[in-house]
């Protein structure tokens, strides 16, 4: 059944500190995945994609890792500001019918950063 | 400009009264996602529109249903709704389907703000 008052993991940094934030994915065949931000009553925003055939790609200030063989992605924010405040969701894709491809969102991790 | 719009931002609605929440998009994208995210939850996918083919994931209750009269719009109908959907309603939409292309993955999903509901 669904969990009431679920709390999402915290990460707490200091302004200009470095943030690491990561994600278990679960299926295997997933072959995309994006990370979104998505700050309190607005929607998920995209922040960075990759590909499963990559082990990272690097954005403005965010570098996406990914480790297939533990079905783990992280997520670094560089000299992190107040306003990447935030609850980060990976998601990953996989297309089970060989068709289009369907988002399944993880847990989410509430980053929190304090000037 | 706002490009996913969602009406109401907040909607209050009583236990078994029909309730329907509204997306529209200024994008002309074809597909137009609806999910759930209770609080504190991941996003969850309901269902979604490629144009007019409707696509509803297999453990999305009989109580939820989608119409997309037109490309633009496209409404969330909970026809008897119980405390349990009380969450955060999220419609985005995508160009197409994100499919695999030699340029790569394509058409990544615009999220709306969101409509939360709370049942009374």
């Known amino acids: 059944g669904e969990s009431v008052g679920l709390h999402l993991p915290t990460l707490s940094v200091q302004e200009g500190d470095n943030s690491i934030i990561n994600c278990a994915y679960s299926?295997?065949?997933?072959?995309?995945f994006i990370w979104y931000k998505q700050e309190s009553g607005k929607g998920p925003q995209f922040i960075i994609d990759?590909?499963?055939?990559?082990d990272k790609r690097q954005g403005q200030r965010v570098t996406v890792l990914l480790n297939k063989t533990v079905k783990h992605l992280s997520l670094q924010i560089a000299a992190t500001q107040p306003g990447d405040s935030a609850v980060y969701f990976c998601a990953e894709f996989s297309s089970p019918s060989g068709g289009s491809y369907i988002p399944t969102f993880g847990r989410g991790t509430s980053l929190i950063v304090h000037p | 400009d706002a490009m996913v719009i969602q009406n109401p931002r907040y909607q209050v609605t009583q236990f078994g009264k029909p309730v329907t929440l509204s997306c529209s998009q200024t994008l002309n994208h074809n597909v137009m996602y609806w999910y759930q995210q209770k609080s504190s939850q991941a996003p969850k996918l309901l269902f979604h529109y490629y144009d007019k083919d409707f696509n509803n994931e297999a453990d999305t209750p009989d109580n939820f249903q989608s119409r997309r009269p037109n490309t633009s719009f496209c409404f969330l109908d909970i026809r008897s709704p119980g405390l349990g959907d009380a969450a955060m309603y999220l419609c985005?939409?995508?160009?197409?389907?994100?499919?695999?292309?030699?340029?790569?993955?394509?058409?990544?999903?615009?999220f709306g703000p969101g409509t939360r509901l709370t049942v009374l």
């Open positions: 985005a939409t995508s160009r197409d389907r994100t499919r695999t292309t030699t340029m790569g993955f394509t058409d990544t999903q615009y």
């Open positions: 990759i590909r499963s055939n990559m």
């Open positions: 299926n295997s065949a997933s072959d995309y």
